[in-house]
């Protein structure tokens, strides 16, 4: 029988997506990315395909992960940037081998050669962080207004307005729990 893992919290911007893979940061944490098999699974999702993950390559995209967190919540507070968060970030761009192509669509991909490593891969993420906290892209750095999650997103709403990193998961059980407290109160007056 195999490890049942908790699905991948996917989004259109591939740094923020990866900073997902800890999720409810500030309550009971659910860590999406526990083997490194289960980086490799969610770089392959995220187009990014690798043979293989090593235990201190794991080690490395955590490092990653929360320095991207840092920064990208620096950000979104519009306080300075982590120079830790910013000096793992930069290493890790500089370190990847990836090249950059154009689809027929005319949207950029990443390329990563049939030799790439965990560490080409951590390159791209990288990158994209740098081109997201540069405020190089349409949208804004936000933070999830869910009191345990409190993740960076990016948010590319016409009003620049969302207040959840997903509304699938964070905003529905927000909006589930202003339901239930409506209905007790209501209920509670009726009395």
Do not use: Y
């Amino acid at each position: 029988m195999s490890a049942r893992f908790p699905d991948f919290r996917l989004g259109k911007v591939l740094a923020t997506s990866f900073t997902g893979t800890l999720s409810e940061r500030h309550g009971d944490a659910v860590e999406r990315i526990p083997t490194p098999n289960r980086l490799v699974d969610w770089l392959a999702v995220s187009g990014l395909t690798v043979a293989s993950c090593t235990a201190a390559q794991l080690e490395l995209a955590r490092e990653l992960r929360e320095s991207i967190h840092a920064a990208a919540t620096a950000a979104a507070l519009r306080a300075p940037l982590p120079a830790s968060a910013v000096q793992v970030i930069n290493d890790r761009s500089t370190r990847g081998r990836a090249a950059a192509v154009l689809t027929p669509e005319g949207a950029r991909r990443w390329r990563l050669g049939p030799t790439s490593s965990v560490e080409d891969a951590l390159g791209v993420i990288a990158a994209d962080a740098i081109s997201v906290i540069a405020g190089e892209r349409d949208g804004r750095l936000a933070l999830c207004s869910s009191p345990t999650c409190q993740a960076a997103f990016f948010d590319t709403s016409q009003s620049r307005t969302r207040k959840w990193c997903d509304m699938n998961t964070c905003g529905n059980r927000q909006k589930k729990a202003r339901f239930n407290a409506s209905r007790s109160e209501n209920s509670g007056s009726a009395r």
